[in-house]
């Protein structure tokens, strides 16, 4: 259920309604836009509840939400959510890039691949030091030292960093060292990290589950937002489907979809989308066409080599850089703005 009062209303008005909701034993959370305040209720309200809402003053309408989600809903908050992270605006017009490897494997490699990114015009470096992988015996990520190692990499070239958290008992320490932390898919549904993760303001990107719907991952979201966490990102990474030829397949509607049903900014990954690196430039340029507020992109410089074994996805630099400066001038005409670095396209070999 969700309650609209006009903005003519001061704070302390809207600051009673909220009072008197949580008398009732629910929550109330509050989302002024520039017409309107809108408070959703969390929680089993009494239906009475709603009548008595109805006749306050200062209250237009108590409208009822089905969705099992609420704060992740449009419904509850009309206007887009933009995370803004130092210069980096998340959901808004500005087009963020997030690049870079699969794992920290080293601190020349991170360092390195953190240059190329900023050479070429990303704002995040991506990176995992902790990797969930489906075989026991692969290659698990190198840990803490690599959250120090990218870290470190992120605040020598003037980037944001990301990285992956497993558990709930390594929130705190990943969130000490990244500006955000990523959520993936196998740990769409971990309710202990989600829980975890909204006690805390860093900023989450969350992979959709390989096999979930759109309401379970809404739902996913709804965790972290409930827990009092307002910055999360929604990723489509793509979705388990009975084609063998992609890893994955990647959900280009889910884009549009989810922009639709919430606020929250969407992130694509065509990389793992596709899982090929031919693919991964089409496709995220077809994911900003589809209206994605950023892309998060693998990129390493020495991708058949890397110690994760997703180098078929990686895009050499010299490639992640073209596409950048392909995005640069197709961003305007999807609402977007981007602009890389007026300089010479890194050294390398145009490999596909």
């Known amino acids: 259920m969700i309650v609209i009062t006009s903005n003519k209303i001061g704070q302390e008005r809207i600051a009673e309604i909220v009072a008197y909701i949580e008398r009732h034993e629910v ?12 408070i959703g209720i969390i929680g089993k309200a009494d239906p009475v509840l709603a009548e008595h809402l109805r006749q306050m003053s200062g209250v237009e309408q108590v409208i009822k939400i089905s969705k099992s989600y609420k704060l992740a809903s449009r419904d509850f908050h009309p206007s887009d959510t933009v995370i803004k992270i130092k210069d980096v605006e998340i959901g808004g017009d500005q087009l963020v890039i997030m690049g870079g490897p699969c794992a920290v494997e080293s601190p020349g490699q991170i360092d390195e691949i953190a240059r190329l990114v900023k050479m ?16 026991p015996y692969s290659f698990q990520g190198v840990g803490v030292e690599g959250l120090e190692m990218m870290a470190e990499a992120g605040r020598k070239h003037g980037l944001l960093t990301i990285t992956e958290v497993m558990t709930p008992e390594y929130v705190d320490i990943c969130a000490e060292h990244a500006d955000i932390l990523q ?10 990290l989600l829980r975890k993760l909204g006690t805390i303001q860093t900023p989450v990107l969350l992979k959709r589950g390989f096999s979930s719907t759109y309401d379970e991952f809404l739902n996913a979201a709804e965790y972290i937002l409930a827990g009092g966490n307002p910055n999360v990102m929604l990723c489509e ?37 596709t899982g090929r690196r031919e693919l991964v430039e089409p496709m995220c340029k077809a994911s900003v066409a589809a209206g994605a507020n950023g892309l998060i992109v693998e990129m390493h410089t020495d991708p058949d080599n890397s110690m994760t074994g997703d180098g078929v996805q990686s895009l050499f630099p010299d490639q ?14 999807c609402g977007k703005r981007f602009e890389t670095p007026k300089e010479p396209v890194p050294a390398g070999s145009w490999r596909i």
Do not use: C, W
């Open 27 to 38: 929550k109330a959370h509050v989302s002024r836009g520039e017409d309107r305040t809108v």
């Open 120 to 135: 070429s015009g990303g704002q995040v470096l991506r990176g995992g030091a902790f990797k969930p992988r489906t075989g």
């Open 183 to 192: 959520v993936g898919t196998r740990n769409m549904q971990n309710f202990d």
């Open 237 to 273: 990474r793509g979705i388990r489907t009975f084609e063998s030829y992609t890893r994955n397949t990647l959900d280009l509607a889910a884009i549009p979809a989810l922009q639709q049903l919430s606020h929250l900014p969407v992130i694509s990954d065509p990389s793992h989308g």
């Open 320 to 333: 992640f850089a073209r596409l950048l400066q392909d995005l640069e001038k197709l961003a305007p005409l």
